[in-house]
């Protein structure tokens, strides 16, 4: 008869256990939503104190961005020599030196310098977190599992919309971003309880303490066995292969997943969900609001957001990853092209500013409980062992390459376009998306991380029909 696979040393329940481990390694979701978020309420002060023109505000909102993508890369390697719980802990050290350097900034220059630092810190986590989570959980609590990390992303997000709008009138822009360092030191803290990644222990030749971390987030000695041959026999079959890393990449069997997984994470950014969390106070202020009106509806599209990457969290494992995606997507193709033409043909008169807000919430709700939430968490899952570190990098920092992209033009894009011509843009890329998602992309759901290689290997990973 089964046993319980709890060690002594771990008084908690496995699946109170796993929550945990998701709740807090988290939190590198929360600082990346709160360091990304807070330009929104912080660049108008920083525009007035540094006289900065456009082009000078887009370079410092996209300057994480670029330290995002750099960090996503380098984390690579660290991640698969040290283990996913040490190289989160020198990612939240790195936070917390970025913070204080961006906090106290004497001029533009050293700001984006500090700006790019955080940069380095946010795309090596969301390189890292996701698929640390993804190695510990249970298949059939995957999917909620790992979007704790949206979730977490979202309450960041919240969080910088509060306090850009507290902050007209009672904090400066350097403690806006300031207050960042307490959850930095929370999540170095933090992990220094949790269990490192049995998966990685494993590729370590670490078999027995990959048993006793396992143990803590399975219920008995069978599913630790049965997990753990499992693990070891993909591992044992990847060993005999010569080509690893970065030059795996090339191999025509994991094509399928990285096309998949490079296109969702690209089309994750594309779909200009970040740019409208940057910039909607800027677009709402040249659209006739006040300032004050402008960052009270940045609060509830922030809101918004948070809402429903919770509902998604929630039941991304009973719809699946594909069918969520798909079903949300039109919803938000729908209400950027009803926005577009709100703002370029001036439409609606004296209600146009309701208008403006209603679709941005419409966008928000369509966007971030569908791509938004698969976006990450195909990263984590959707990788062979043999290719994860490197093809996660890759996936992280095609993440944020895109993001930059959008970032950095999206001023100069409303400059010629207008407003209501970047939402059409925008419109074309989440249509563009969803045809992506439905004729490349497979179900993932529900299945282990080794049945999603197999079926790979196999041939049968295929749009229409889950990975078997």
């Known amino acids: 008869m089964d046993t319980s696979a709890q060690t002594q040393s771990n008084a908690l329940a496995p699946n109170v256990y796993m929550a945990m481990v998701a709740s807090v390694s988290a939190i590198a979701g929360g600082l990346y939503g709160y360091d990304t978020g807070i330009i929104s309420g912080a660049l108008p002060q920083i525009a007035h104190d540094f006289h900065l023109n456009y082009r ?53 220059s050293s700001l984006m310098v500090a700006r790019l630092v955080l940069g380095f810190a946010v795309g090596g986590s969301t390189q890292i977190v996701p698929t640390y989570i993804a190695e510990l959980a249970e298949p059939e609590k995957r999917g909620r599992l790992v979007t704790y990390f949206n979730v977490s992303i979202g309450i960041g997000i919240l969080l910088a919309a509060i306090v850009g709008v507290a902050g007209q009138h009672v904090f400066n822009w350097r403690w806006m971003i300031g207050v960042a360092v307490v959850p930095s030191l929370a999540l170095l803290l933090g992990m220094t309880k949790l269990p490192f990644s049995p998966r990685w222990l494993v590729t ?18 069978r599913a630790v066995r049965r997990e753990l041959d499992d693990i070891r026999s993909l591992v044992k079959k990847e060993e005999q292969n010569d080509v690893r890393g970065w030059r795996a990449l090339g191999q025509p069997w994991v094509r399928p997943a990285l ?23 800027t677009f709402l202020k040249n659209a006739g609001f006040g300032a004050s009106s402008a960052l009270w509806a940045a609060l509830g599209v922030a809101l918004t957001y948070l809402v429903m990457t919770w509902l998604g969290k929630m039941f991304v494992d009973h719809i699946g990853r594909r069918r969520l995606t ?44 569908g791509i938004q939430v698969v976006g990450w968490l195909t990263g984590a899952e959707i990788y062979p062992v043999a290719i994860r570190d490197a093809a996660t990098g890759a996936h992280a920092a095609m993440l944020w390459g895109s993001n930059l992209l959008l970032t950095g033009t999206a001023l100069t894009m409303t400059h010629w376009l207008g407003v209501g011509g970047a939402m059409w843009v925008y419109a074309g890329l989440n249509a563009a998306g969803w045809l992506f998602v439905y004729f490349l992309v497979p179900e993932t759901g529900g299945k282990s991380l080794e049945d999603i290689e197999r079926a790979l290997k196999h041939n049968t990973f295929l749009p229409g029909q889950r990975t078997a």
């Open 259 to 281: 096309v998949a997984g490079l296109g969702v994470a690209a089309f994750t950014q594309l779909s200009g969900i970040e740019m409208m969390i940057y910039y909607t106070p």
């Open 204 to 221: 370590q030749y670490r078999m027995e303490d990959a048993k006793v971390e396992l143990s803590k987030v399975r219920e008995t000695e």
């Open 326 to 369: 798909l079903w949300m997507m039109p919803g938000a193709v729908i209400a950027l092209l009803v926005l577009g033409a709100v703002l370029h043909f001036n439409l609606m008169g004296a209600a146009q500013s309701w208008w403006i807000v209603a679709c941005l919430i419409v966008f928000m709700i369509f966007n971030s409980g």
């Open 56 to 108: 000078q505000q887009e370079w410092v909102t996209a300057a994480i961005l670029l330290g995002a993508v750099i960090g996503a890369l380098s984390s690579t390697n660290l991640s698969a020599r040290i283990g996913r719980r040490r190289t989160i802990m020198i990612v939240s050290a790195i936070y917390c030196v970025g913070v204080v350097a961006a906090a106290l900034a004497p001029n533009v």
